[in-house]
């Protein structure tokens, strides 16, 4: 493995929305073709990808409105399957060996996520995509993707999102909002800013977690985080 790797087993984090592109719903091809490049690039470098995906492209929770929550959040799970096939298509199109794994059982078209299994898959070089969340309503894949990087000892997270990192504010609604280069969980928490529930945020916290909050439009920046290279946020104790 090359000397310049910062990070040798990551979990990257990719929402429902990332995949959308400008359509904003669906998957955009263009844009899982980008994303999938790079993913095949940090695995050319040697590195341990595991892959945490949303679902909010075709559903989320709060889309059941008058809806039973645990139904439409299960709903939202399978949402999260559709993205990892998709995910696992294109990159197997790419020639990389990656595994589904599923927190509920579907064993037709994945696996059932199972740590021992991911962590060997891991070490075998394969990416390994997580959906279904945490298996569990009421929690979203932001907790799922802190589980889960600390189940197979990730060493950071990579967090894909519509802006280039975190802000004091949200910066397509206020132009003055000041991007941090730096921060850490417990101000996150404080100021109550939006990057990850605060479930997710207090777990990152407590396994001592970093994370990396990128611009998702530009995915050669996942490259370049683990290069070394100052890219977006950073968020650790």
């Known amino acids: 493995m090359p000397d310049k790797i910062k990070y040798k087993r990551i979990l990257l984090k990719l929402s429902g929305e990332a995949l959308a ?5 669906g998957i955009n091809v263009k844009t ?12 050319d470098l040697g590195v341990q990808i595991g892959i945490v995906v949303g679902g909010g492209n075709f559903w989320r929770g709060k889309y059941g409105y008058n809806m039973e929550r645990t139904t439409s959040d299960y709903m939202g799970m399978l949402a999260t399957c559709i993205n990892g096939l998709a995910l696992q298509d294109a990159l197997e199109a790419r020639g990389v060996y990656t595994r589904l ?4 059982e579907m064993r037709e078209i994945a696996e059932p996520y ?11 070089g ?5 959906s279904c969340g945490t298996g569990n309503p009421y929690f979203t894949t932001d907790t799922a993707a802190a589980l889960r990087a600390a ?4 060493e950071v997270i990579l967090v894909g999102k519509t802006i280039d990192g975190v802000y004091s504010d949200d910066p397509k609604v ?3 909002a000041v991007k941090y280069d730096k921060i850490s969980y417990l101000d996150i928490l404080n100021k109550d800013l939006k990057v990850m529930d605060s479930t997710a945020t207090s777990l990152c916290r407590d396994n001592n977690i970093s994370l990396i909050v990128f ?3 530009k995915p050669e920046n996942m490259v370049k985080a683990i290069l070394g290279e100052k890219v977006g946020t950073i968020i650790s104790n």
């Open 21 to 25: 592109g400008d359509e904003k719903h």
């Open 32 to 43: 899982l073709e980008n994303i999938c490049d790079q993913i095949k690039e940090l695995v």
């Open 101 to 104: 794994q599923t927190a509920i």
């Open 114 to 124: 199972i740590k021992r299994k991911a962590v060997k898959h891991l070490e075998k």
């Open 126 to 130: 394969r990416v390994v995509i997580f």
């Open 151 to 154: 189940e197979i000892d990730a």
């Open 174 to 176: 206020n132009p003055k």
């Open 215 to 217: 611009a998702i439009d």
